[in-house]
């Protein structure tokens, strides 16, 4: 895989929004380790499980996950990720919640949690979050993540991470992206696992 500019990820036609309640299973790595998501409004695409050790063709919506952070109205929220400033995020904790999210993405694709070929990702690389210039991550609006696999390699797997503003009325004000490169690995044996293909179309 190698990280190219892409086209701003959609919300695919089939999506579902559900509630913070819906966070565990649909983004499990992220629910363990973010206080924000748990509060979260997450999306996602339904796909039929696959427990078999086929490799076969997905769709970039098979992969597609959104989770939003509500910051403007939830002020204990607002009070742990921001700096001393008041207004500002604290960046390292949300590169690491970023990580964590291109993670629940990755897995989402190669069927991680399939009883026939049980599943791990880890992070190869990571380039970190390119802001759009004039734009800055700030706890005034709601947050939105959506990710999605937008090219395999055998094993490989590159994610893109849009990162969102999002106002009162519900319009979003994209703010940046983060390209991350996940590996699969069998959970049993460690070794490079391969992952399945992306086909054209993303919904």
């Known amino acids: 895989c190698s990280s190219t500019t892409a086209l701003r990820l ?29 509060r979260g409004t997450p999306g996602w695409v339904p ?18 996950l959104e989770v939003t952070y509500p910051f403007a109205s939830d002020t204990e929220l607002r009070d742990h990720y921001q700096l001393a400033d008041g207004s500002s995020l604290r960046a390292g904790m949300f590169l690491e919640e970023l ?3 291109s993670a629940d993405c ?19 690389a990571h380039d970190g979050l390119a802001l759009e210039p ?40 994209y703010t940046g992206s983060v390209f991350t490169i996940m590996v699969a690995r069998d959970a049993e044996n460690v070794h490079a696992a391969s992952v399945h293909r992306l086909v054209g179309g993303d919904s």
């Open 10 to 38: 959609r919300r695919p036609s089939a999506h579902v929004l559900g509630t913070a309640s819906d966070v565990e299973k649909h983004l499990p790595l992220l629910h363990s380790l973010s206080k924000g998501a748990k």
């Open 47 to 64: 796909q039929p499980p696959l427990n078999s050790t086929e490799i076969v063709d997905r769709k970039r919506s098979a992969s597609w």
């Open 99 to 101: 990580d964590a999210f």
């Open 106 to 124: 990755a897995f989402r694709h190669c069927d991680g949690t399939s009883q026939a070929r049980p599943l791990t990702v880890v992070t190869a």
């Open 134 to 173: 004039g734009t800055s991550l700030t706890m005034t609006s709601d947050l939105r993540l959506r990710g999605a696999v937008v090219n395999v390699g055998r094993s490989s797997m590159e994610v893109q991470t849009d990162v969102l503003r999002v106002d009162s009325d519900g319009s979003e004000e």
